[in-house]
């Protein structure tokens, strides 16, 4: 298998789509809010990076980004307002790696390219404190827990990625 790591096209909005839609929590995963086909073209459409791996016509990987909570979901709101020292972040995630490619460096793939783009910039990221695997996962890649916040009953960690 040899993976295609690029800018998400518009072509590819189905596919993102139904990835992300399978690991939803509605279907037993980790990822909320709405993952429709429409909403993912809208995010490739307003040009902000959006970083797929791609395996053949398979999205086997997809990391989104945004550059500040304008618009944004209460979650990205809160994750801004807890840290707001932090000059020039962008939104970092969701991120969503099939279950064939986990355990094999994919989420530090998708983020070496998103770093191409984003350059010096440090990203932000927001983990529910029961998504042990995935907090792991991106300490392993050297972010760091620099905050919390609570939405309703859920605890979150905010994470910053390395500087450049």
Known sequence: MTLELRLAARTDAAA???????????????????????????????????????DGEQVKGVL??????????APVKAMFAACPAIDDAYAYGPICV????????????????????????????????????????HQKMGMDVVAQFQLGEQLFDVLQTPAG
């Open 98 to 137: 099939d279950a064939s490619m986990r355990g094999q460096g994919l989420p530090k793939a998708l983020y070496t390219k998103l770093c191409d783009y984003m350059g010096e910039r440090r990203g932000l990221l927001f983990i529910n404190r029961s998504n042990v695997g995935s907090l792991k996962a």
């Open 64 to 73: 989104f980004s945004a550059e500040n909570a304008d618009g944004a979901a």
């Open 16 to 54: 993102i789509s139904r990835l992300l839609v399978a690991n939803s929590a509605a279907n037993g995963g980790t990822l909320y809010g709405d993952w429709s086909e429409a909403v993912v073209r809208t995010w490739i459409e307003i040009g902000t990076p959006i970083v797929v791996a791609i």
